[in-house]
């Protein structure tokens, strides 16, 4: 799809820019490492000093650089030795000579305080107007600025990504060879689901990514809407499965067969099926959602691609046929248009007109909508879909239904 792909090319791109920025920033950071490293050894070494001869000591030249070598020895020294001492006691026999080597490096460092203090007295007399303000060195200003420069180029590169996936995820996808100005979108990140009922028994459903449709559909004009995601049976739910979650004797289908769709049932014994699989411990359904009967905005909107070749009464012989057996939608989904019509979870609103789209009647809670042509209806094209009102209670050998995976806000 053109929007994998952009997506993909996305973060390589991202990818490409951090190494990228990284490599050019990094070698200066990390070849400088041991220098920062004994930049930050003389720092700690002159912490005792007071700010104006730091500077002093900080200058870059041979004396001051002996000098700031001179400290850091003797602070090493002096740290060895107190360490030696600390872990020792007077009953061990380097005792005084450990003792005697700490205080000969403390009048080490006295000694060579005084030489810094000369040699900074002699330096501000002939240099008086030379600044005071304590300042890093060259070595430490060049490694902040290499870590500033990596740690705002990895940022920049992140945003960027963040960015073109924004930009993806926000253009409309239409699939290949459709020729509606369709957003329905079967999104990459939503996997198809397959609902194990038992050994070789699998129920599988489609992801179907939220969007909007503009309807032609005879009566029912306007536009819909999808709000959130869900899933969709690839398939009407068949005998085979239906027995599983109900029963291997519970089967009313007139039309008997493992493979073809069940039907004869009534809306509550369809709703029923769905509770069922929600209690089976192999549904684990996401977060927030539940197996139920499909809306109907969720069902045309599956079913509107079209392209599909269906069992209707031009080629039906008056039977229903195996699922699966027949041409695919454009998006994946069997049977849409054809074998059997397909029971929905909501109560049937009649129109007035084509155009206006306003409520005719409410036939009552008892009435509910059945979608899709039958073995016994003639083939429908375009984006027309067969509506009907059934009663809830009703069977009939031409009407079954298909599981979908919907939000659990979403009920009868």
Same mark, same amino acid.
């Given at each position: ?149 990596? !740690? *705002?180029?990895?940022?920049? +590169? ?10 993806? $995820?926000? @253009? =409309?996808? #239409? ?88 039907? !004869? *049932?009534?809306?509550?014994? +369809? ?10 411990? $192999?549904? @684990? =359904?996401? #977060? ?125």
């Amino acid at each position: 799809m053109k929007k994998l792909s952009f997506l993909l090319a996305a973060a390589v791109l991202a990818a490409i820019l951090a190494f990228a920025l990284a490599w050019t920033f990094y070698p200066r950071l990390s070849g400088n490492a041991d220098a920062l490293a004994a930049a930050q050894r003389e720092r700690a070494a002159l912490a005792f000093l007071t700010p104006q001869v730091r500077t002093y000591l900080l200058r870059d030249d041979p004396a001051t650089r002996i000098l700031r070598n001179d400290c850091v020895a003797t602070a090493t020294a002096i740290n060895s030795a107190r360490e030696k001492l600390r872990n020792s006691t007077a009953a061990d026999p380097d005792f005084e000579k450990l003792k005697t080597d700490y205080l000969k490096a403390g009048i080490a460092k006295l000694e060579l305080v005084k030489k810094i203090v000369e040699n900074y007295e002699e330096f501000t007399a002939t240099n008086p107007s030379s600044s005071t303000s304590a300042a890093p060195s060259a070595i430490e200003n060049e490694s902040v600025i290499g870590t500033a420069r990596l !740690n *705002i180029s990895l940022l920049a +590169a992140f945003l960027g990504g963040l960015l073109a996936l924004w930009i993806a $995820a926000r @253009l =409309p996808t #239409k699939p290949a060879g459709s020729s509606s100005a369709s957003h329905f979108i079967v999104s990459p990140r939503l996997e198809h689901r397959k609902l194990v009922l038992a050994q070789n028994v699998v129920l599988e459903l489609v992801p179907v990514q939220y969007g909007s449709f503009p309807r032609q559909n005879g009566e029912r004009q306007g536009t819909i809407s999808i709000a959130h995601p869900f899933w969709l049976g690839k398939c009407e739910v068949t005998q085979e499965q239906w027995k599983v979650v109900m029963g291997e004797e519970n089967n009313p289908s007139k039309n008997k067969g493992q493979k073809l769709p069940v039907e !004869n *049932i009534t809306w509550d014994e +369809a709703n029923e099926f769905c509770d069922r699989v929600n209690k089976l411990p $192999a549904a @684990l =359904p996401p #977060k927030n959602y539940h197996y139920a009967l499909p809306l109907e905005d969720q069902w045309e909107y599956a079913a509107i691609a079209g392209g599909e070749d269906c069992w209707t009464a031009e080629n039906a012989d008056g039977t229903t046929h195996n699922v699966g057996e027949k041409t695919p939608n454009k998006w994946g989904f069997y049977d849409m248009r054809g074998n059997v019509s397909e029971m929905c979870i909501d109560m049937f609103v009649g129109f007035e007109t084509p155009h206006e789209g306003r409520p005719l009647q409410i036939l009552g809670p008892g009435i509910k909508v059945a979608k899709g042509a039958a073995i016994n209806d003639k083939s429908v094209g375009g984006s027309t879909i067969v509506r009907r009102a059934i009663n809830k209670n009703e069977r009939s050998g031409e009407r079954g239904f298909r599981l979908a995976l919907i939000p659990t806000s979403q009920k009868p």
